[in-house]
């Protein structure tokens, strides 16, 4: 299995930086997802990658081989680098049937027909579509064509497979079926998947690790639940969660070393760092972030809110908590509802409220934090 190498990779496009500096190491197997708002860099690393764009510097490698290098003059062809590119648009042939699709790239390497039926018959059954083989495009659901083609993409068996947002045209339900049958085909294949999207609930359920970028340039590169409860920035924290993270802003004073005192709309908070110390600068502004679950609604709750609104779902409620001129979000998990404009107490629970500088965005410190 191949692992892929970037080194100070960086695309500009005249004046434009769509990728900066981005140095990067996906391991053999993977599933990568690359992370970010619209227009931060992400499709076009993959095309990198792919060899569908050719970098301005820096190096690339995939499976120990160099594929390409700015200072060495060194740029192998997108069908040289043994990977299989999965388009948003799916692209299949119309008037070509299921089978004819999957068996196209194989007929083009002159395999021999029976061994192209063989591997086309593997791929139908692996994706589950062998009753769809004799149709074409136009017959088929959005899903279905899906499957069609990740199974052309496979047929050639590619060390790794790229995919640009792939589910983006599917509704809502067919997408979170979509992603339990991706995770399960990376687990049979033990390929490698390097994934582009914008959703960043998609980068949590299926990925082994999330490169989550800003504007080109790598913000954080971890396991997805290492970016969720310790991310790297204000960026990250705000970008990962739905419902998104809190963030309380006020000044922060050190207490004994090792805590720090805030104090905001009457709330008068402590928060203890889980290991190691922190210290302040005089009058340094930083931003505390709480995930929702970690908001506790009780009876014995020190601090007071009203209830803003109240969005049961179901499985849990999103409640939304005014406490003086912050609004909080918590959720309480259970089918419970409650009534806007009521009184309730709440705190926090947990150890992983983070501080932040406020200024330069920095994960300063993971900890508790107490309504004292």
């Known amino acids: 299995m191949p692992e892929i190498i970037l080194k100070h990779v960086s695309k500009r496009f005249g004046k434009f930086v769509a990728v900066d500096d981005l140095s990067m190491v996906i391991d053999d197997g993977s599933f990568v997802t690359l992370l970010g708002p619209s227009g931060c860099g992400k499709t076009t690393t993959l095309r990198m990658i792919a060899g569908l764009e050719t970098p301005t510097d820096g190096e690339i490698s995939i499976d120990g081989k160099l594929v390409f290098s700015a200072e060495r003059g060194i740029d192998v062809s997108p069908d040289k680098r043994d990977v299989g590119f999965l388009f948003q648009n799916y692209a299949l042939w119309p008037h070509m049937t299921v089978e004819q699709n999957i068996s196209f790239g194989l007929e083009n390497l002159k395999w021999d027909k029976a061994r192209t039926a063989s591997r086309v018959a593997e791929l139908l059954a692996t994706l589950k579509i062998s009753q769809f083989g004799k149709r074409y495009p136009s017959e088929l659901s959005g899903g279905q064509q899906q499957r069609v083609a990740i199974a052309r993409t496979l047929a050639t068996g590619p060390k790794v497979l790229f995919m640009d947002e792939p589910l983006s045209n599917l509704d809502a339900k067919l997408r979170t079926e979509m992603r339990s049958e991706l995770k399960r085909l990376h687990a049979e294949t033990d390929s490698t998947f390097v994934y582009v999207t914008h959703d960043q609930l998609e980068a949590m359920t299926l990925s082994t690790r999330t490169c989550l970028m800003k504007e080109g340039v790598l913000q954080q590169y971890a396991p997805p639940l290492e970016v969720y409860h310790n991310p790297a920035n204000l960026f990250v924290a705000d970008f990962v969660g739905n419902p998104t993270m809190n963030f309380i802003e006020g000044v922060g004073r050190d207490v004994n070393l090792d805590e720090i005192n805030l104090s905001v709309d009457g709330l008068d908070m402590l928060f203890t760092p889980i290991s190691g110390s922190i210290t302040l600068r005089d009058n340094q502004a930083i931003t505390l972030g709480i995930r929702p679950e970690f908001v506790r609604i009780s009876g014995t709750g020190k601090g007071k809110a009203r209830v803003y609104a109240a969005l049961p779902s179901g499985m849990e409620t999103v409640v939304k908590l005014r406490s003086g001129s912050q609004l909080l979000t918590s959720v309480v998990f259970g089918a419970v509802d409650f009534r806007i ?32």
């Open 341 to 372: 404009d009521d009184e309730v107490l709440f705190d926090f629970t947990g150890e992983s409220c983070i501080v932040f500088d406020s200024e330069s965005g920095a994960n300063l410190a993971i900890g508790t934090l107490c309504i004292v």
